[in-house]
């Protein structure tokens, strides 16, 4: 099965108050061949998560509301989406950030600007 394959149809949640990010997330994804779902803040991400039950997220630690973390820990309380991979975003990638990351209960943390591989890899990783 080659790798195209083996994503196809896997259902990724984007959330970024970045319209550029979403976008280039979406391109990137939809050239592996995944269902992409965008949301723009944490908020929007919660019900986002309740419609499509996405394999796999993919969060922005610095958002207006509801930011990264915040979201991250609701999603794992939840206790039907607490088994979904929830993978951060930050430009920042200091011990603290990842930290913290890891204690909302994130499974990786990915430094932005990310490369169409590293995502691939997250996915396979976590939500295969």
Do not use: W
Not at 24 to 47: Q, R, T
């Amino acid at each position: 099965m080659s790798v195209l394959e083996s994503l196809k149809g896997v259902k990724v949640l984007i959330v970024d108050d970045s319209s550029t990010i979403r976008r280039s997330a979406e391109i990137f994804l939809n050239d592996l061949g995944c269902e992409v779902i965008l949301a723009s803040d944490g908020f929007d991400a919660m019900a986002k998560i309740v419609e499509n039950h996405p394999n796999i997220i993919f969060i922005d630690v610095v958002m207006p509301r509801l930011d990264g973390y915040q979201a991250c820990q609701l999603i794992k309380k939840n206790p039907r989406f607490q088994s979904t991979p929830v993978i951060m975003l930050s430009s920042k990638d200091g011990l603290f950030d990842k930290a913290r990351g890891r204690i909302s209960g994130s499974n990786e943390y990915l430094t932005k600007p990310f490369t169409k591989e590293e995502l691939r890899q997250a996915i396979q990783m976590h939500a295969l």
